[in-house]
């Protein structure tokens, strides 16, 4: 990780973290591998949905986090079109990422796309369940098995 | 009750945040303030236990960035005032009368400590004297913010498993876990601050603190220690050939590891031994 100031105002302070008190929507994205997961809270408005709030909540390391932070505050007040974008783009850059370092940026990113989905077939019927999608880059370095057991999905 | 018990929950991780920004006395009396805010909380949630109220460690982030200690100790008095108006929700005269009475010497008190520069933000990423290569200087950058959260959540787990046991060789457990913890959350803590990157650690989810499965959880939980050991045992070579002194911090806190392992198995095989006996 390179620390720039930035990043480190990300670490001591991670934006829009903890539960929405008012939301309309949320989704998870998880790692199969340990447990970890990050649930994305969402309030969604207007005929065109537009994101007015989000905020997220982490079961994992500093780098989720910091990246829960970074891209939470990219997409707070987007309409979902431009949201896609942001995924899209976002999981594109993680192709070029070692899949150890993509894999808790992915989380996030995947517990976004969720959000959205869920919000979506909402829209169709009220009490869809929340959707959730597991990651498929490997968050230990290749060749490195993980210490101890593993914890449950 | 349970609004007055989360800004108590505040107040007292504000309290610490602001002990690590101070210097010299003033240092101490905010974190013996904060322990005694700390203890307000525990026997808040205790009469919330009593009275069946459903209540979680969910919190509002709390602002700590300052340039000077007067602003947040000006921010910390306030919110004492408000716990001190929430307090005629709460049932209990006795503890309401201790509560109420502890906020007003402390606030007389934080009233009347010196103002000061506050340095614990900025970004500086070097610790005292030291020279650590800028790898060292990362890898600690990343454990300290790691590992600062961490304890932090073991603390609230290990709290929260203990006001909802009634086993006092387990009570007994929790609460060492939980002294052994506030000394390394302190200590990483002000190494954050003494390197400009101080950060309240973040909110805890549910899941984490209410537990279902105890046995699963001190399996984890020796587990994690273990690794623990590691990130430690890197460290302490990481910043060996720069810092004796952060090296030994480092092997000190690889050792007492140990002992919470040993508490932890014991913890194990009693809560195994009581349940297999119902």
Redesign the interface.
């Known amino acids: 990780?390179n620390?720039d100031?930035v990043l480190?105002e990300h670490?001591?302070?991670?934006k829009n973290?903890?539960?929405l008190e008012s939301h309309n929507s949320e989704g998870i994205g998880k790692n199969p591998e340990n447990g970890e997961k990050v649930i994305v809270f969402l309030d969604v408005k207007g005929s065109d949905p537009t994101i007015e709030d989000i905020s997220f909540?982490?079961?994992g390391?500093?780098t989720t986090?910091t990246a829960g932070s970074i891209i939470t505050s990219e997409a707070k007040g987007l309409t979902f079109s431009r949201a896609q974008d942001l995924i899209a783009a976002t999981l594109g850059i993680l192709d070029d990422v070692p899949p150890e370092e993509a894999a808790c940026s992915e989380m996030v990113v995947l517990a976004l796309k969720a959000a959205m989905d869920t919000y979506m077939e909402r829209r169709k019927d009220f009490e869809f369940p929340v959707i959730s999608y597991k990651i498929e880059n490997s968050c230990y370095p290749q060749n490195n098995t993980p210490?101890?057991?593993l914890?449950?999905d | 009750m349970t609004r007055l018990a989360v800004s108590t929950h505040e107040v007292w991780l504000e309290l610490l945040m602001a002990g690590f920004m101070a210097s010299g006395k003033s240092k101490q009396i905010l974190f013996d303030f904060s322990d005694i805010v700390f203890r307000h909380f525990t026997w808040m949630e205790q009469y919330l236990i009593d009275e069946g109220i459903e209540y979680d460690y969910?919190r509002?982030?709390i602002?700590i960035?300052v340039d000077k200690l007067s602003v947040i100790l000006a921010d910390i008095a306030f919110r004492l005032r408000q716990i001190d108006l929430q307090l005629i929700v709460c049932g209990d005269q006795a503890l309401c009368e201790r509560i109420t009475s502890d906020i007003g010497y402390i606030t007389f008190v934080l009233n009347n400590i010196e103002d000061e520069t506050v340095s614990a933000?900025d970004?500086s990423?070097k610790f005292g004297d030291c020279d650590l290569t800028q790898e060292a200087t990362?890898a600690l950058?990343?454990f300290l913010?790691?590992e600062s959260?961490k304890e932090y959540e073991l603390i609230m787990i290990y709290n929260y498993l203990k006001a909802h046991t009634q086993d006092h060789y387990l009570i007994r457990v929790f609460q060492i876990l939980i002294d052994e913890s506030f000394f390394h959350l302190k200590s990483f803590g002000q190494m954050m601050a003494d390197m400009g990157?101080?950060?309240?650690p973040?909110?805890i989810?549910k899941?984490?603190y209410k537990i279902t499965d105890v046995t699963?959880f001190l399996?984890?939980g020796i587990?994690?220690e273990?690794?623990a050991k590691?990130e430690c045992k890197k460290l302490s070579e990481a910043v060996g050939n720069e810092s004796v002194e952060l090296s030994r911090f480092f092997d000190c806190i690889n050792m007492q590891e140990d002992y919470h392992i040993e508490l932890m198995k014991r913890a194990l095989e009693h809560y195994e031994s009581i349940n297999n006996d119902k």
């Open positions: 990780m620390f100031s480190l670490m001591m302070e991670p973290y903890g539960e909540q982490a079961i390391c500093m986090v210490v101890g057991d914890k449950d | 969910n509002q982030s602002p960035k933000f970004l990423r990362d950058t990343l913010f790691e959260y990157i101080l950060g309240v973040r909110v989810y899941e984490l699963q399996k984890d587990n994690e273990i690794l590691e």
